[in-house]
């Protein structure tokens, strides 16, 4: 075992009296183990760790691997990239998803003139039309490539990552035409720069047609006289959901300091960035005329009249780089990756990597995760897992295959989190204290009971894989510490497992019985 | 309440355990004796949302307004067919089982009521009235949970706050507790007989003596809710008095949240919800699309009330949308999306037999740009009243953040 891997969770001091801490925390006062750095690696870069990973990562090396993970382009992703081709979506660009998505328009339209009892027009549910019938085949694909990825995926800080960034950019997939483009957001936009420069990320989330359609900016238009559109509809104005949310949501935060007159001026900055139409594609498109060439100051920063599309660029590139975009940024990193609340030191590492590299999200990550917060005792074990990490590190932990059907999204969207369904702009939220209640915790103890019977809903499960089905009850006990809980079992939970294998002599229920329990218990929760 | 291990062997254990298959055979407690919950006397709310943006026009039809038939020469409800309310107001036909509740004065309309901000977004209006901020997205709670977290009266209970669905709605989004029932008969551990009891009592156990912090809490209100669910309630649930729920969801969530109010476990506010309401295309007038819905929305909500009993002394039912519709209706024989909708109240505490609000009239001077009925009562006003006069909120400002409540606003839904 490599001496620097014992040393760099060590590196920052001697070994100290570590604080009080709950009976939960799997280190022992004395050693936190090359395993034990490797479980917590894989906790939270990671959807969780397969049978024997901990060993592996560990003999590997911990720093090595998170150097690798930092670097997916070169970590080999064959098991995913056979599974892949079967998701039809992949191979749909956002014309064909229009034309899907049209057509079942049209469908729907020509239904409900022909029966005077048709469905509502919002449900869509009853709609039976070929493209209805597969752009609902699409969107599901859609959901379930990300349990699929999550689960499959070897670059998995890159799915993570992913998972991150369409939060912090919420999309919903369910509003118009969001519909038909939200999978290209997803491939074109969110992954391909969710380990790059934060302001290239920006940049093309807002120029984006699915965000541009999501917060409405592609209907907002200067109140100009050459802007206006004549006839029957209402003049159309500034809409400022974008302006806001930008500021709010995207990159300054709440408390970055902006005013409401600030919200405006953005709003105008942005005014004919839209898209083409969208049954021609909804490309990103600039309109000069619905533009406001007016002068606007935003932030005390003067934005000179008679500007175009540049000088949104110019914007975005001065947020990207401003203070508190760094802070709010790195601060929700922090959160996913250490503690519900950040601890303020991870935070300061975070802001003076983004700061050193202009904004490099993979600088900034490894700045967190060569920190002593990310390896303190009281941040390990510290976070709840939500209802994608759960469904997704219960399949890794006893090496279940998703099946073909998208029937495990519906699964995490039974939990609480239908993937790419968050109204809100905000995101799906990333505390315990928005995912863990007495309803969710008992759908949790099902799922872990269904999985370890083969019944959970679209997952393939081979037990005999993980763990040889055996008649010695502490043989049994021990493997499932060792491949499903990575040997943090409690005392506790054993002593229940224990109890509760007294009288049953089969095998296999045995088995069923221990490796339910321990998915569905307390420690499976954390990560 | 010792089970005996050699039932739980017995009956194969695991092998039958399916994900949401097997209904839960909800059992009556080993110690017999009935323990006669006294019937509790606080108040309860029951809020009814209906997405999709109901016609409020088509609801309670302004019969004596010569508009209303002028702008909807194929889709008014005749006169004829109206229940008459007050002489200019009535009710579809399909809501004729509420005219009792309309004549014993319990059940009053407020039209013309809606959000001051003018989005016709389904999604975002939906959002603003579950969050209670109109024009305000990043609210990350909703309005129904803030009252919970600012309700000091309330008693410890996982059955506090009740929405019925699958997951939580916006609108009980947030800090305090709240539970998201998909179906009472299912609700709890899934195994089937004596295996539920054994795989609860050992899930307890595990979480009794390792969680702590927030999984702590929560799994042992999920154990006291499962628990106070298997000792109150008997099986089969009959409704009382012939009661018939219509059948569907709305009919299921009515009917179950009946059940939660007379099985007093503490249940204080109750939410569902209910679809179909977004009449583009073909609505219908006294028969039809919208017709179906509302026959559904009347026969669930007079059940309930019979149900229910007397104990809907104490319990006010409150519908919602978050918009309303046209006044004229369109080439597709429906109506697109409008401004002020029509909301209703039912319950004993309810001022009732009237239709309250100020009425702006169908008149094109009057109309919310243009097309719409004018909003005269801003929701959080009446949701207001509500919370205050019957709820027994002491302090709306927290509730309905940016918005400055007066009772001189309310629309007097509730008997002072």
Redesign the interface.
């Known amino acids: 075992m490599c001496l620097s891997v014992l040393l760099v969770p060590l590196s920052h001091g001697p070994i100290r009296a570590l604080p009080h801490r709950p009976s939960t925390a799997i280190l022992h006062p004395q050693a936190f183990t090359p395993r034990d750095s490797a479980l917590h690696v894989l906790n939270r870069l990671a959807y969780g760790p397969r049978p024997g990973e901990p060993d592996r990562v560990a003999a590997m090396g911990v720093m090595r691997w998170i150097d690798r993970q930092l670097d997916p382009a070169h970590v080999d992703d064959a098991a995913l990239g056979a599974r892949e081709p079967q998701f039809k979506v992949l191979t749909y660009d956002r014309h064909a998803l229009a034309d899907v998505y049209f057509g079942a328009l049209r469908e729907r339209r020509e239904r409900n003139l022909a029966e005077p009892r048709a469905a509502d027009t919002m449900g869509m549910r009853d709609d039976p039309g070929p493209n209805a019938r597969l752009g609902r085949r699409l969107a599901r694909d859609v959901a379930d490539l990300v349990v699929v990825r999550a689960a499959l995926s070897e670059r998995q800080l890159a799915e993570v990552m992913a998972d991150f960034w369409a939060n912090h950019f919420n999309v919903f997939f369910g509003k118009g035409a969001d519909r038909f483009l939200l999978p290209e957001y997803i491939e074109r936009t969110i992954r391909p720069y969710a380990l790059g420069r934060f302001a290239d990320l920006l940049r093309a989330t807002a120029q984006s047609p699915a965000m541009l359609v999501y917060l409405d900016n592609w209907q907002s238009v200067a109140p100009s006289a050459k802007a206006q559109r004549a006839g029957g509809r209402r003049p159309r104005d500034i809409n400022e959901n974008y302006a806001r949310e930008l500021l709010e949501l995207h990159t300054l935060g709440v408390d970055g300091g902006y005013t409401q007159q600030d919200v405006v001026n953005v709003a105008r900055i942005f005014t004919g960035w839209s898209i083409e139409r969208p049954r021609q594609g909804g490309a990103f498109k600039f309109y000069d005329r619905a533009h406001d060439r007016g002068e606007k100051i935003v932030m005390g920063v003067t934005y000179p009249a008679g500007h175009g599309m540049d000088e949104g660029l110019h914007l975005l590139a001065w947020l990207a780089d401003n203070p508190a975009t760094a802070r709010h940024v790195s601060h929700q990193l922090c959160r996913r990756f250490v503690n519900d609340q950040p601890p303020d030191g991870c935070v300061d590492d975070a802001v003076a990597a983004w700061q050193r590299t202009h904004g490099d999200i993979r600088e900034v990550l490894r700045a967190i995760f060569h920190g002593p917060d990310f390896w303190a005792p009281e941040n390990v074990q510290a976070k709840v897992k939500s209802p994608l990490e759960f469904v997704v590190s219960a399949l890794r932990a006893v090496q279940a295959d998703p099946d073909t059907t998208p029937r495990l999204a519906q699964v995490v969207a039974r939990l609480g989190q239908p993937l790419y369904l968050h109204v809100a702009p905000d995101g799906y939220p990333e505390s315990q204290d928005d995912w863990v209640n007495s309803g969710a915790l008992l759908n949790r103890m099902n799922a872990g009971v269904a999985l370890a019977v083969g019944k959970l809903p679209g997952a393939i499960v081979n037990l005999d894989l993980t763990i040889p089905a055996t008649s010695s009850r502490e043989q049994l006990i021990a493997a499932v510490d060792e491949q499903i809980l990575g040997g943090a079992m409690t005392e506790n939970t054993r002593r229940v497992i224990r109890e509760q294998l007294r009288d049953l002599d089969d095998p296999v229920q045995a088995r069923a019985l221990a490796v339910g329990l321990a998915l569905g218990g307390p420690e499976f929760q954390r990560q | 309440m010792a089970i005996s291990?050699?039932v739980?062997?017995k009956s194969g254990?695991?092998?039958l355990?399916?994900?949401?298959l097997d209904p839960l055979f909800l059992a009556r407690a080993a110690f017999a004796a009935d323990t006669p919950g006294h019937p509790s006397t606080r108040p309860i709310l029951v809020c009814l949302f209906q997405?999709?943006a109901v016609d409020g026009l088509n609801m309670v039809v302004p019969y004596g307004d010569r508009l209303y038939y002028k702008e909807r020469p194929r889709i008014a409800v005749a006169q004829r067919d109206v229940v008459d309310l007050d002489g200019y107001f009535g009710l579809h036909p399909r809501l004729a089982p509420l005219k009792t509740l309309w004549d014993n004065k319990s059940l009053a309309v407020i039209h013309a009521a809606g959000s001051p901000d003018s989005t016709r977004?389904?999604?975002d209006a939906?959002?603003y009235m579950e969050s209670g901020t109109p024009g305000r997205?990043?609210t990350?709670d909703g309005w129904l949970n803030r009252y919970c977290q600012h309700d000091r009266e309330h008693l410890s209970t996982?059955f506090q706050a009740v929405a019925f669905g699958?997951?939580?709605p916006?609108i009980l989004?947030g800090?305090a507790?709240?539970?998201?029932?998909d179906d009472l008969q299912t609700?709890?551990?899934?195994?089937p007989g004596a295996a539920r009891d054994?795989?609860t009592e050992?899930?307890e156990?595990?979480?009794g003596?390792?969680?702590?912090?927030?999984?702590a809490t929560?799994?042992h209100?999920?154990f006291e809710?499962?628990q106070l669910l298997n000792r109150a309630n008997p099986g089969q649930y009959q409704p009382a008095d012939g009661a018939t729920y219509p059948r569907g969801r709305l009919g299921a969530a009515m009917r179950q949240i009946a059940q939660l109010i007379k099985a007093d476990v503490g249940l204080q506010v109750a939410f569902a919800d209910v679809?179909?309401?977004?009449?583009?295309?073909?609505q219908?007038a006294s028969e039809?699309?919208l017709a179906?819905r509302l026959a559904d929305l009347g026969q669930a909500l007079a059940a309930f009330t019979t149900d229910v009993g007397e104990r809907m002394r104490d319990v006010v039912v409150l519908t919602m949308s978050e918009f309303g519709r046209t006044i004229r209706e369109n080439g597709?024989l429906g109506t697109d999306h409008g401004h002020a909708t029509a909301m209703l109240v039912l319950g004993g505490p309810v001022n009732g037999g009237k239709v309250l609000g100020r009425w702006p009239g169908l008149d094109p001077a009057d109309r919310f740009?243009g097309r719409d009925v004018a909003v005269t009562t801003d929701f959080r006003d009446l949701f207001g009243e509500i919370l205050t006069r019957h709820m027994l909120a002491t302090d709306l400002s927290p509730i309905f953040p940016g918005f400055t409540p007066d009772p001189a606003r309310f629309p007097g839904a509730i008997t002072a």
């Open positions: 291990r050699r739980f062997v254990g695991l092998a355990v399916s994900f949401g997405r999709g977004s389904h999604f939906q959002d997205k990043a990350a996982p699958p997951r939580l916006r989004a800090s507790p709240s539970l998201a029932i609700f709890g551990v899934r195994a054994r795989l050992a899930f156990q595990l979480y003596g390792a969680a702590t912090g927030l999984l929560s799994s209100e999920a809710a499962v679809t179909g309401w977004d009449t583009h295309v073909n219908g039809g699309q179906t597709s740009e």
